[in-house]
């Protein structure tokens, strides 16, 4: 299975990226983790980027809030998918960081999850890597069947709940 590289701007971005590594390790993916800011380490970031794919990598998540010009930066060095996710930031609450990611120049996609949507980037890794991956899908799709049964759990919870105050 191909690794997925995750990378985040700054530890302050940890606890979106948890949300990540949550539904990585739950579908047991393999990831690796690095702080590399696209403005302070551009040649470090720029170099994972480019050395992705021959280190086994097939999809990069990069998280970042502020100017969140990361996921731009790596998606510029690596044909690979690139997941932006932005973070937010005390500033203008995380729609800086939205549109910075979301908005990219023609030819550079990023495909881009929710302010702080650290979750749904493992599960868009997870699917992008489970179009040739079998054992993978296999997981997703469970999983998609246990969240679907938490659901109807929940609606038979409040179904009762209020049937038993008539």
Same mark, same amino acid.
């Given at each position: 299975?191909?690794?997925?590289?995750? $990378?985040? !701007?700054?530890?302050?971005?940890?606890?979106?990226?948890?949300?990540?590594? *949550?539904? /990585?390790?739950?579908?047991? &993916? #393999?990831?690796?983790?690095?702080?590399?800011?696209?403005?302070?380490?551009?040649?470090?970031?720029?170099?994972?980027?480019?050395?992705?794919?021959?280190?086994?990598?097939?999809?990069?998540i990069a998280a970042a809030g502020m100017a969140a010009h990361l996921a731009g930066a790596i998606a510029?060095?690596?044909?690979?998918? $690139?997941? !932006?996710?932005?973070?937010?930031?005390?500033?203008?609450?995380?729609?800086? *960081?939205? /549109?910075?990611?979301?908005? &990219? #120049?023609?030819?550079?996609?990023?495909?881009?999850?929710?302010?702080?949507?650290?979750?749904?980037?493992?599960?868009?890794?997870?699917?992008?890597?489970?179009?040739?991956?079998?054992?993978?899908?296999?997981?997703?799709?469970?999983?998609?069947?246990?969240?679907?049964?938490?659901?109807?759990?929940?609606?038979?919870?409040?179904?009762?709940?209020?049937?038993?105050?008539?």
């Amino acid at each position: 299975m191909k690794k997925t590289g995750i $990378v985040m !701007g700054s530890d302050s971005d940890l606890p979106v990226i948890q949300k990540t590594t *949550a539904v /990585l390790d739950a579908l047991e &993916m #393999p990831y690796e983790v690095h702080v590399y800011s696209a403005h302070r380490t551009p040649e470090e970031a720029g170099n994972f980027a480019k050395t992705a794919r021959e280190k086994g990598f097939g999809v990069i998540i990069a998280a970042a809030g502020m100017a969140a010009h990361l996921a731009g930066a790596i998606a510029a060095n690596t044909t690979l998918p $690139v997941i !932006g996710i932005p973070c937010k930031s005390s500033a203008f609450d995380g729609m800086d *960081a939205l /549109l910075s990611t979301v908005q &990219m #120049p023609p030819g550079i996609p990023v495909a881009t999850v929710a302010v702080n949507g650290g979750a749904n980037a493992g599960l868009l890794a997870a699917q992008i890597l489970a179009v040739e991956d079998a054992a993978l899908a296999e997981k997703l799709l469970a999983k998609r069947k246990s969240d679907a049964a938490a659901v109807l759990e929940k609606d038979q919870q409040i179904l009762s709940r209020l049937q038993d105050k008539d």
